[in-house]
């Protein structure tokens, strides 16, 4: 099982290399465009307003499309305690897998040929769990919430409330989610769609809520409010506010993309 779990940077490393012999003088009639964008979020806690952690993101895209992702979480100096790969063969319904040298949390989900396996492990001491999970329509896991509200937004912004069917690792099956446009709002100057993701039924009630801000004009997200996929020491989510700044979106290369997966991650001190 570790070995399957530590071979995701591997194969994603695989994949860049691929797409870099492609991109060669010899097959440049057939090569594919591929491109990198990244930028940053910082992380702070929702109430308090004290620093968590940065996101730092590099996302690949080929001929337009995104296919992969990395974040590499960071501490306030810079140093790297967590990382996310994803690779999105489905834009809603990525595989993906999340390490926090941290605490030992490890979560994701990954195919296995005509098998999806879900995983999750709370902390270093306890044994991973892992479930199947059906290959359906609709399914959405981890950021394929964006394409999501993307894919969405006509009808969002219309007023409707619709289901989103969202995969909870630590649970090792999907939840329901009621998601529906809040309000329109500004975020330093920015106009922005304010949009609510509350898990339906009678947890709806007690559950805390996710609200996502979008960039109103170019659909960018811009703030996320509510639990974090990172724990905290007495392994409870953190309950964030993440602030992704749109000036801070620059283009990326393949080095960018290969420094976040080969940094070695620690614990913050």
Known sequence: MERQFDSWPARMLSCICAAAA???PIRAAAAPLDSYLTYGGTATAARSGEFLYHENHVLHYRDGKLIGRVVLYTCSDGAAFARKTVAYDDPLSPDFALEDASTGMREGVRTEGDDRRVFFRGDRAAAEKTGSIPRVD???ADTG???FVHSNWQALMAGKSLTMHFLVPSRLEEMDFNVQHLRSDHTDGIPVEVFRLKLSGLLGWVAPSIDVYYGSSDHTLIRYVGLSDLRDQSHDNFNTSIDFRP???KPGD?????AALQARLAACR
């Open 22 to 24: 492609l991109a060669s």
């Open 138 to 140: 609709g399914l959405v």
């Open 145 to 147: 919430f964006d394409a």
């Open 247 to 249: 000036e801070d979106r």
């Open 254 to 258: 393949e080095q960018s993309m290969r």
